[in-house]
């Protein structure tokens, strides 16, 4: 893949480049030379079966894979045209850029209110030093942008934990809009919930287009179909196919992708 000046700079409308990245947990090779470019400001979805190295390959783009002692990686990822494996990157400042939520909601077991706060004050932008007003503001305007708001301002002092699942994945992406991410990580973000609240989740992840970069995992065809743009498609760890959902779903151009939207793979 050919480092473009633009490529580097992030103008280029690439969110996201990766360059011969390969992963391994321990002797185990779970990524094999991914090559891909992800465009800002739409929603990618990632989709390919079990085992297929779909979490994986979103552990590697905020850098959490590494907290496992024997990971190991060659090749890079360059977000919004940094090198994000260079040496001296902050990690802190990398995660605040790249927020991720995960198939289970993950409130902490404190309010809806402290956690929308939660990062803010980590980060202390805004935090301690922001006034009282500023903070409402704050848990105002990440609720609503997850259609949240309505349902919530009335008991925003009330434990995360008791919310519905619905709802608590709502908090859990609401919580990360504070720290201004440009990247949302989503690791099949509805599977934990029924098909009302998948739609309502999955309608709410759609209005975030635009403003971030959104690369979801879904094992649900119908899902990647609604909510993408673009579609990628992996197998034992390598990439088969990066193009336009409609392409994917109307006329892949790999038999393996035909055979897996068919439903011929696990
Ligand atoms: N923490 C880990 N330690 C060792 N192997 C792992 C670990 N996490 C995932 N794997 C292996 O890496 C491969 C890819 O897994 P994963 O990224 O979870 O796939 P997917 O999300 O597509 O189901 C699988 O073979 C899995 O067993
Ligand atoms: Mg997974």
């Given at each position: ?15 996201v ?10 002797d ?113 305007a ?49 599977s ?51 193009t ?9 151009k ?13």
């Open positions: 893949m050919s480092q473009t000046a633009s490529s580097i700079t992030g103008q280029d409308g690439i969110a480049e990766t360059r011969s990245l390969n992963l391994w947990y321990g185990f090779q779970a990524l094999f030379d991914i090559d891909l470019k992800v465009r800002q400001g739409i929603i990618t979805s990632l989709i390919g079966p079990s085992g297929c190295g779909k979490s994986t390959f979103l552990r590697s783009i905020n850098r959490i894979n590494e907290r496992l002692g024997y990971v190991r990686i060659t090749g890079g990822i360059h977000l919004l045209g940094h090198d994000i494996y260079a040496e001296g990157v902050n990690l802190s400042q990398l995660r605040k850029q790249v927020g991720m939520v995960f198939q289970r909601p993950n409130p902490l077991p404190i309010s809806i209110r402290d956690n929308v706060l939660f990062a803010v004050e980590i980060h202390d932008e805004g935090g301690k030093k922001a006034g009282r007003a500023n903070k409402e503001e704050i848990v105002e990440a609720l609503r942008r997850v259609l949240l708001w309505d349902s919530v301002k009335d008991r925003l002092n009330t434990k995360a934990t008791t919310l519905s699942l619905e709802e608590q994945q709502k908090l859990c992406i609401a919580r990360l809009l504070p720290v201004k991410p440009s990247i949302l990580l989503m690791d099949e973000p509805c934990a919930l029924d098909p009302k609240g998948t739609e309502a989740v999955e309608e709410m992840i759609w209005e975030l287009r635009g403003d971030y970069t959104i690369l979801i995992v879904t094992h649900n065809m119908a899902q990647a179909r609604r909510a993408s743009e673009e579609c990628i498609f992996m197998l034992m760890g390598k990439v088969v196919e990066h336009a959902t409609a392409d994917m779903f109307v006329n892949p790999d038999r393996r992708t035909a055979d897996y939207i068919e439903g011929r793979y696990g």
